[in-house]
């Protein structure tokens, strides 16, 4: 096995969401090699052409499109190959549709890299994280889903807007499964460090109830509406990306809701969203956040939805 190189990632599968990861990581500057790598070969090449011909407005580095024994060095394997969810089609069939497709990619990956970070973002993130924890056999800290990372950054742009406040100075996150059953942790929620109803009343909103059943629901419905307008999302997932590398790549510490594997007195063996501290080696921690007793009783039903998914999965 090569030695790991910090400032190079690989990126499996050029749809929408790797191509625009790949842009994303390239303005960044956070790599100086980046491999793309789709099934469909000339995708890939053309998506490496046109990103590098900005290279001139840009910084100096390599992208372009390998193979998987041009990842044995790469720091950060992010994966975003997958099928999308068709017309009639059941989460369930995508759920076993996507596994299939992991099971042949996963072993690939993992013959020729041992060492690297597995960062999976294709969907559904938490079901296919765990896939790829017990078929990498990497460790729980180096594989872990870009989870509700981006529904988090959707609830701040939110908050942000129905307070006229800076979406960056609002500390609150979405927790659980990155779908239907994710929770939003309002008791833990603030904006630099006030808490947000005294906020909210600070900026002539006191109908606290009504519009945090809104905003949740709005954020848990701002993929549909995406993809009601537009057929895909691709441009802020991408942005989340970018972020989790950001924490990976200079080891920030930082504290993000990606998916990881789960095992505390209350959820064990799944994967879902909690805050955790992000850096050099992965996952190198959980943060424990104040939930309401209502709000641990929807993440342990969340992780409950997720299991029966896998076991559902797993055993066939």
Known sequence: MAEIN??????????????????????????????????????AEGEALDISHGLPFSKPMQIYAGNYEDISDASVVIITAGAGQKPGETRLDLVKKNTAIFKTIIPQITQYNKDGILLVVANPVDILTYVAKKISGFPDNRVFGSGTVLDTARLKY???????VDSRSIHAFIIGEHGDSEIAAWSSANVSGIPLHNFCEMRGHFEHEKAMIKIAEDVKNSAYEIIEKKK?????????????????????????PVSSIQNTDEIH???LSMPVIVGKYGVEGAVP???DDNEKAALKKSADTLKAILDDVLEN
């Open 269 to 271: 063996d799944v994967a």
């Open 158 to 164: 939110l908050l942000g807007k129905r307070l006229a």
């Open 6 to 43: 910090s400032r190079k990632a690989a990126i499996i599968g050029c749809g929408f969401v790797g191509s625009a990861s790949a842009f994303a990581l390239m303005e960044s500057s956070l790599f100086s090699e980046i491999v793309l790598i789709d099934a469909d070969k000339n995708r």
């Open 289 to 291: 956040i104040e939930l």
């Open 232 to 256: 895909a999302t691709y441009y802020g997932i991408a942005m989340s990306v970018k972020r989790i590398c950001e924490a990976i790549v200079r080891d920030e510490k930082s504290i993000l």
